[in-house]
T-cell receptor, first 114, second 115 residues
Framework: DSGVTQTPKHLITATGQRVTLRCSPR?????VYWYQQSLDQGLQFLIQ???????AKGNILERFSAQQFPDLHSELNLSSLELGDSALYFCASSPQGQGTDTQYFGPGTRLTVL | AQSVAQPEDQVNVAEGNPLTVKCTYS??????LFWYVQYPNRGLQFLLK??????LVKGSYGFEAEFNKSQTSFHLKKPSALVSDSALYFCAVRRGNSGYSTLTFGKGTMLLVSP
């Protein structure tokens, strides 16, 4: 158990809908990262937050947005969902968001868009 | 830009034999290198990392990896494989001293250890 929690575990929804994925980092970690894992794209970095502020952006679609709250939990919002958005979404956290940090991953949210 | 290549989609090894999972990287400057393992329906678990110092890094569950700067490689090794080591292994790299901690992952290598 990494100490990173994600809810929900599974999410099934329809095209065009909007969903919110939630992540709580390990105690004391200030930085949160979101990743998308799919069979065709592999593991793709989406976005990083550090202490409430956006730190880095990866291959995140404009339909997706995220934020980190004062209590350091983070939410990833996915809107206008398409079939291709079906994937595993992982959250990871690290102490300072620095290069030497180890990122610890949560168990993931499996999103199925029908 | 930074990238990682894991040239083998799958590695098969018999229990008790040594295993190697290959990883090569491309990054400007000094690399920070990581190995993670993913069991079915689970998140990624950290195994080990190379930041600086000794080229041989020891990690969790008896795994180790050797950093080779001239060959730009960071292969994962274990002297004696266990059936329970069967999983998906990811190598990842980030550029050192870039100020940010974004990781670029390889496509993963499935390790199958037969009894």
């Amino acid at each position: 158990d990494s100490g990173v929690t994600q809810t929900p575990k599974h999410l099934i929804t329809a095209t065009g809908q909007r969903v919110t994925l939630r992540c709580s980092p390990r105690s004391g970690d200030l930085s949160v990262y979101w990743y998308q894992q799919s069979l065709d794209q592999g593991l793709q970095f989406l976005i990083q937050y550090y202490n409430g502020e956006e730190r880095a952006k990866g291959n995140i679609l404009e339909r997706f947005s995220a934020q980190q709250f004062p209590d350091l939990h983070s939410e990833l919002n996915l809107s206008s969902l398409e079939l291709g958005d079906s994937a595993l979404y992982f959250c990871a956290s690290s102490p300072q968001g620095q290069g030497t940090d180890t990122q610890y991953f949560g168990p993931g949210t499996r999103l199925t868009v029908l | 830009a930074q990238s990682v290549a894991q040239p083998e989609d799958q590695v098969n090894v018999a229990e008790g034999n040594p295993l190697t999972v290959k990883c090569t990287y491309s990054v400007s400057g000094n690399p920070y290198l990581f190995w993670y393992v993913q069991y079915p329906n689970r998140g990624l678990q950290f195994l080990l990392k190379y930041i600086t110092g000794d080229n041989l890094v020891k990690g969790s569950y008896g795994f180790e990896a050797e950093f080779n700067k001239s060959q730009t490689s960071f292969h994962l090794k274990k002297p004696s494989a266990l059936v329970s080591d069967s999983a998906l292994y990811f190598c990842a790299v980030r550029r050192g001293n870039s100020g940010y901690s974004t990781l670029t992952f390889g496509k993963g290598t499935m390790l199958l250890v037969s009894p």
